[in-house]
């Protein structure tokens, strides 16, 4: 498959105020959202949606706080975001989705999971975790703390040159990524990782998450140095309907080293919900 070299940057107001920068890939009829993690935007798709089959209507939106979105002074929990995107869903005329979420994409994920089961059809959770409640976050968390605009593109390359293990996919650009992440704020690399440090699965330890019943795909690498393969396989093992694959060589960016496999692995496991 030949990659689509260029996407169209689109915008949607949503009830609320908020402008959402998005991209869509042309053609499709089977809807897939793609949420993007923390500090990312719709980029860090660029490379899945290059290779995505043609039979998905897919959409890539930039969350608030990111990319060419509204960066408000507050909002940034994962059950704000959710909220966001059902809405960017509805807008867009999605009643109903498969969803893909990579690292704090996947938190949201599950928060709309959660909240409005019926909204989605599948999920597949790239880099993910029980809670990023973790020690390698609450440490990068202080940095951002002492930040001030504008941030600089050293701090941003720091921070995003430190989730790869591989070079990245020739579809993609590391010094792109870094432009992107060089639009948030200040306020927001601070906000939206606290939002996300705070984030806990309703009522998780009394088994909240084993009744999400949602099929979902856990997708990541054994190298991953946010989520580390053992909160991988513990947040498959809670979810009753989920099975897990692990690239042995892959970091916590599997989505930027092999995008070409990430949507193989998308589209096949959700060509099993489809009945493709």
Known sequence: MS?????KRRYISLPD?????????PGGTE?????????????SFKGVLDY?????????????GHGGSSK?????SIDGYASDILAFMTAMGVPKAAIVGHSMGTFIAQSIALTAP???SRMVLIATAPTADNAVLRSFHRETQ??????????????????????????????????????????????????????????????????????T????????????ESAQRKLASALPNAEIWLDLNSGHSINWESPERTASQVAQFLAVGSGT
């Open 3 to 7: 990659p689509i070299t260029s996407y």
């Open 17 to 25: 105020g908020k402008t959402l920068e998005y991209v869509r890939r």
């Open 31 to 43: 809807p897939l959202i793609l949420i993007h993690g923390y500090a990312d935007s719709w980029y």
């Open 52 to 64: 995505l089959p043609s039979r998905f209507a897919a959409f890539a939106p930039s969350l608030p």
């Open 72 to 76: 408000p002074e507050g909002g940034y």
């Open 118 to 120: 019926d909204r989605v």
């Open 146 to 215: 002492g930040l001030s605009d504008p941030v600089g593109q050293d701090f941003a390359r720091s921070f995003q040159s430190g989730t790869c293990v591989n070079p990245i996919d020739s579809t993609m650009s590391m010094e792109d990524i870094v432009r992107e992440s060089s639009l948030l704020p200040a306020h927001v690399w601070s906000a939206a990782l606290q939002g996300l440090i705070d984030y806990r699965p309703a009522d998780f330890d009394s088994s909240a998450l084993y009744t999400l019943r949602t099929p």
């Open 217 to 228: 795909l856990v997708l990541g690498g054994c190298l991953d140095e946010i989520f580390d």
